[in-house]
Each structure stands twice: as C-alpha cells, then as structure tokens.
C-alpha cells in the first residue's frame, strides 16, 4: 500500500483525494492545510494543520496554488522524502532540494462541485531519480489514467497550450454567451457546434479542421460581423482572431 499525504485542500487537492483514496493500493493518511475550515471537506481523512504533525509517507504531494509551492516545500520538517507538486507551470526546481523532487501534473480543468473521470485524464510526470518516477507513474495506473514522461520545460509549453484550448475558448463561449443574451437568441443553439468541433480534432489537425470567413477570405461577412459587436474589445478580439487566421492559411491582406 502506498502512503500518501496531501497538502492543500482546493479544488485539485479535493479531486486528487477522492480518486487516490477510492483505490484499493493507494492510501491518503493524512490531509494537511493551513486551515482547518478548508479541511471540512476531507471528512473520512485524518487532517492536520500543523507541519510538525505530518505523517510519515511515500510520497507527499503539494496542491496549492503556484506561489505558494515553495513555501510548503520549505517548512517541511524532514529530508530525503519524495516530495511533488500538481502544477503545469512550475518548474521542479522550485520544491526545496533537500527532498527527492518530483511533478505530478493531472492535465485537466477542475472546478468545484463537478464530477471528474480521472481515466480520460494525462498525467506529466517528472522526477530526478527512475525509482521515484516509478513510483509516480505506478499512482497514475492504480486511478486508471496514462501518463507521459514530461520535462518541466515541455510541461510549461503544454500548459500555455491548455491555457488556449480551454481557459481562452472558454472565454470566447463567455462573449458568444452575452451576445446571445443581448439579442435575445438562445446560447443552447449554439452548443451542438461547440461539441462537433472539439470532436472533429480526434480525427483531423486543427489546422485541418478550420473553417470560416477569415479562412475563406470573406471580407463582406467579416465586416458584416464587425459591424454587428457592439463592444469595441469584441471588435478587437474578432479583427485579432481574424488577422491570425487568414496570416495562418496565406490570406494576409484581411
């Protein structure tokens, strides 16, 4: 059985814990957070505020936000330990070297409440010793997800592209949103399209798959658009987007 202490208890520490604790090889024996009313959510776990009270563990994985990492991984009172962070854009480096380093990074949106299947999840591993990132990668098989050998340099590429394939395209669902709303048309009209173009990338390259009037070269429909966004940061996106299209697929002069 591998012993496991989480630190953190936000959205992906909450995640981590119900899919590690619900398997039969893996054992969370400790929670750890600065404070106890965040730890309320982790009922069935032994928790602890302390850092002098930490179990002891195979591995200790720290899922708090970017810059607090190396704070945590400071004030822990021990040495030589396997020691991992779940962040995409932290380097390894930033986990205090008087432990085994390593990352265990779930490439995945969580949000709280939600339900997530952690077999379609990838995880990117990285470790500085091959025992340790057996260990890591033996984590990942026991919750049923694939996992990839990642260098922190390759992780900080894919999390820029997760940041474009789902924080910035969320944000474009938030502007087609309030369009809809302002011309009283309902967004659900729209949703069969969002699904039919993620599924069109399992089989063809986005480069492939894009369609459009900045692809096409349609100036009337382009200016027809622009005319109809009310808000000039909406006229600004659509003209950048746009520009980045047709200079993708040769059609600079848009």
Do not use: W
């Not at 404070?35 to 302390?50: G, I, P, Y």
């Amino acid at each position: 059985m591998t012993r496991l202490v989480i630190l953190g208890a936000g959205n992906v520490a909450q995640h981590l814990y119900k899919v590690l604790q619900a398997t039969t090889t893996l054992n969370v024996v400790q929670v750890y957070n600065r404070s106890s009313k965040a730890l309320s959510f982790f009922k069935e776990a032994k928790t602890t505020t302390d850092f002098k009270q930490l179990a002891e563990a195979d591995v200790y994985i720290i899922a708090v936000a970017d810059d607090a990492i190396a704070s945590i991984s400071n004030k822990l009172p021990f040495s030589n330990r396997l020691v991992v962070h779940t962040s995409g854009s932290a380097g390894m480096h930033v986990l205090n070297k008087k432990n085994r380093r390593g990352v265990l990074y779930p490439l995945q949106t969580f949000t709280k409440g939600t339900t997530v299947d952690f077999t379609t999840i990838p995880f990117c591993l990285e470790a500085k010793e091959k025992s340790d990132f057996a260990l890591l990668k033996s984590i990942t098989t026991a919750i049923g997800s694939t996992s990839y050998k990642i260098s922190s340099e390759q992780r900080r590429a894919l999390h820029v592209s997760a940041v474009f394939v789902n924080n910035f395209s969320n944000h474009m669902y938030r502007i087609a949103h309030e369009i809809c709303e302002a011309n009283n048309v309902p967004f659900e009209i729209l949703k069969p399209l969002i699904l039919e173009t993620a599924k069109k990338i399992e089989n063809v390259t986005p480069y492939m798959a894009q369609t459009g009037p900045a692809k096409r070269g349609d100036h009337k429909t382009i200016q027809a658009h622009l005319e109809k966004l009310d808000k000039d940061i909406h006229k600004e996106i659509y003209t950048l987007l746009t520009q980045s299209i047709a200079k993708t697929y040769g059609r600079e002069k848009l």
